[in-house]
């Protein structure tokens, strides 16, 4: 069974670096029915108040660097039933990049070069 999970309002970071799977008995890397290898990617999921951490996997190198912000795009938690106990695990279709709160760039607030002066009084500042 799965259930997709809806992330508005959520912000996800990444808190280690995306490692590809392995096999829990042989230990080989593990890949799916295609060939193409499987990676989990440890989040950190936010809400602006509490956060906590699931493991996602994902098929591909998601290319991420810890401390990257990330939407899961389909994330989806996964369960069955295996021996009388339930196995859930989290998936996601890919990992998008996000931007950074609060970061700089077009359209981002927050004093610049100048302290946070501007206009006319930043020229002043500045002879």
Request: charged share 25%; glycine share 14%; proline share 7%.
């Amino acid at each position: 069974m799965q259930f997709k999970i809806e992330m508005t309002g959520l912000r996800c970071l990444v808190a280690d670096a995306p490692e590809q799977r392995r096999d829990f008995e042989s230990k080989d890397l593990r890949t799916d029915a295609e060939g193409r290898p499987l990676f989990q990617v440890r989040l950190l999921v936010m809400d602006g108040e509490q956060s906590a951490p699931i493991k996602v996997g994902v098929v591909g190198d998601p290319g991420l660097s810890q401390g990257a912000f990330v939407v899961p795009v389909g994330l989806a938690l996964n369960a069955i039933d295996r021996r009388g106990d339930t196995v859930m695990w989290w998936t996601a279709e890919r990992l998008e990049s996000a931007p950074m709160p609060g970061g700089t760039g077009p359209g981002a607030s927050g004093p610049g070069a100048s302290g946070g002066a501007s206009g006319k009084a930043a020229g002043k500042a500045a002879e």
